[in-house]
Structures are given as structure tokens and as C-alpha cells.
């Protein structure tokens, strides 16, 4: 543990497959860590880990000296931080506390959420996460931080004892979630062409194992191909990031973009096929789900699980 933690508290808000993937790894690396979600199965789970872990926004703000909120959009965290009743962290965390907003939000609410905590003396790390539930639960996933020098010099070495690479992009919030927006982009894409290019070649006639195994060895690989192809190939739709998701997360990058008059036909494109998805009834499925969509116009049996009829 580094000695700038030593007898600190990490509150983390959000036990899904990201923030539980935080607070074990902060766990792991000797922060004393305290997780919070409504749910009890996610807050056992932590436990079992050695965690502590609560439902209660008010007891956990009173305990802690930096926050990680890692919840599903921007809603979420203005709810946690303020909250409608107005108890939200913003009135249970010490002057001198740190909040480290972790969900992909609009750029331009992180200002907005600074200048409010700041009239409590609570700094704010603009801090979204990338690299998926894998990532997150071996301490690997990639963090895009952005915030004044007196918050990192709070928080930075909790933050450090989350992730496996953490950038430091400036002393303004907002740059991190703008990096954040254009990762995004990518990789919204890239799902969605795999998809394409997924469902192109079992229409021509080619063997999807073996055409995942030639493009994984090739040039046209990425990453998100590489990654969520599989779970095509094993029929396996369980969500690990769900199509909604991507319909969101484009949507701020479609929102931003209009704002800049910045054409981004390829990601509008995209986003039509998450929203053909959902229509489909696939929303709440895996992302890569958007094959179905090419399956259904082309007539093409996609892999079954193993055990399916």
C-alpha cells in the first residue's frame, strides 16, 4: 500500500462489473475500502472479499476520504453526489474530501459538478474507466483523469490503487470524460463493424471460427473484435456491456459533436444499429447482439449455446 494511503478510506459507489473490479483491486493493494449498492447479493459478494459494504449513501460519505462513483450515466451521479433530497455526498463527505466521477457523461457536466462540491471544500477527479470487466476485476482497466493538482495530490495515490494505468490529462475537469467520449466512439464502431463483418462473411459461406481465428492474425483485427466476437461464436449474449449501453454512450458522443457542428456519420450510423437492436427486443442484451440485426434481414442462423435447441 503506498504510504499516502495509510489510514485513509476508499468509498466506492457501485458494485457492478466495473466498481466491484475497482474496490477488490484497491482491496487487494491494501486500501481500506467500503463498497455501496442497493443491491445486498453485490454487497455480500464484497464482503466475502474482506470489504466492508453498505446501502447507506450517508453512512458511507461519513466514513471516507475519497468517493469512486462508478455508476450507469450521468443521472446516477448527480444523484449520488447531490441527490434530490439533498443527501447526497456532496453533504455527508469532510472538506477536504475527494470525489472520483467514473461514468462516460456529456464533458460538459464535470465543470458543472465541481463548482458545486467546491462550495463544500470537496475537490472532484474527473476519472471515466475503460477496459471492460476483465480488466477491472485483475486491477488492469485504464483510467482518464482530469482535475486540479490539489485533488490528485488528495486522491491520485487511491485512484493509482485501482487501475493498472492512469492518465493524467490536465488540471480541468471535463478533459478526462472528453477523452473518454472519443474512446467511445471507437469502440462503439469497432463493435458494431465486427458485427457487419461478422455477419458478411457467414452469409458468404465462410466458417465463423475459423474467419474470427484468420481476422484475430490479420490486419483487420481490433480489439473489441478480438474481444466480443466470441461471444458470438459461443451464443453467448449474457451482458458484460449491453447495448443500451452504446446507444447512450453514442448519444453523447452524437450530442457533443452536434454541439462543435462536427459530422460523425460513421458513429450515427453505429448508433442505428444499437437502436435497430433494442427495437429487435436485444437492448439489454451483450452489445455484440447487434449481429442479430444482420441475422434477421439476411436470414442467417447465428452459433446456439451450448445446450440450446
Request: hydrophobic share 50%; glycine share 12%; with cysteine.
Amino acid at each position: 500500500m503506498s504510504e499516502s494511503n495509510q489510514g485513509k478510506v476508499l468509498g466506492v459507489v457501485g458494485l457492478g462489473s466495473m466498481g466491484f473490479g475497482a474496490a477488490a483491486t484497491a482491496l487487494r493493494n491494501g486500501v481500506s475500502v467500503i463498497g455501496l449498492d442497493t443491491r445486498a447479493e453485490a454487497r455480500d459478494r464484497f464482503t466475502a472479499l474482506g470489504g466492508r459494504a453498505t446501502a447507506s449513501l450517508a453512512e458511507l460519505g461519513a466514513q471516507c476520504d475519497a468517493v469512486v462513483v462508478l455508476v450507469v450515466n450521468a443521472a446516477q451521479t448527480e444523484e449520488v453526489l447531490f441527490g434530490s433530497d439533498g443527501a447526497g455526498l456532496a453533504a455527508t463527505l469532510r472538506p477536504g474530501a475527494t470525489v472520483i466521477a467514473s461514468a462516460t457523461v456529456d464533458p460538459t457536466l464535470p465543470p458543472a459538478w465541481e463548482a458545486r462540491l467546491a462550495e463544500r471544500g470537496i475537490w472532484l477527479i474527473d476519472a471515466p474507466v475503460s477496459g471492460g470487466a476483465t480488466k477491472a476485476a485483475d486491477g488492469q482497466m485504464t483510467v482518464m483523469a482530469s482535475g486540479k493538482a490539489q485533488a490528485f495530490e488528495a486522491a491520485g495515490a487511491m485512484l493509482d490503487a485501482i487501475a493498472g494505468k492512469v492518465y493524467r490529462l490536465g488540471d480541468k475537469v471535463g478533459i478526462g470524460s472528453t477523452v473518454k467520449m472519443v474512446n467511445q466512439h471507437l469502440a462503439g464502431v469497432h463493435i458494431a463493424t465486427a458485427c457487419e463483418a461478422m455477419a458478411l462473411g457467414m452469409r458468404a459461406g465462410a466458417d465463423p471460427t475459423a474467419l474470427y481465428e484468420v481476422i484475430c492474425n490479420s490486419a483487420g483485427m481490433s480489439w473489441m473484435f478480438q474481444n466480443r466476437v466470441p461471444h458470438i461464436l459461443k451464443g453467448d449474449y449474457t451482458p458484460l456491456s449491453a447495448v443500451n449501453i452504446f446507444i447512450k454512450d453514442l448519444g453523447i458522443v452524437l450530442d457533443a459533436a452536434r454541439k462543435l457542428q462536427f459530422p460523425l456519420p460513421l458513429a450515427a450510423a453505429a448508433q442505428q444499429l444499437y437502436l435497430a437492436a433494442a427495437a429487435a427486443g436485444h437492448g439489454a442484451e451483450d452489445d455484440s447482439a447487434v449481429i442479430k440485426v444482420y441475422a434477421q434481414l439476411a436470414g442467417l442462423e447465428l452459433p446456439k449455446a451450448d445446450g440450446a435447441g
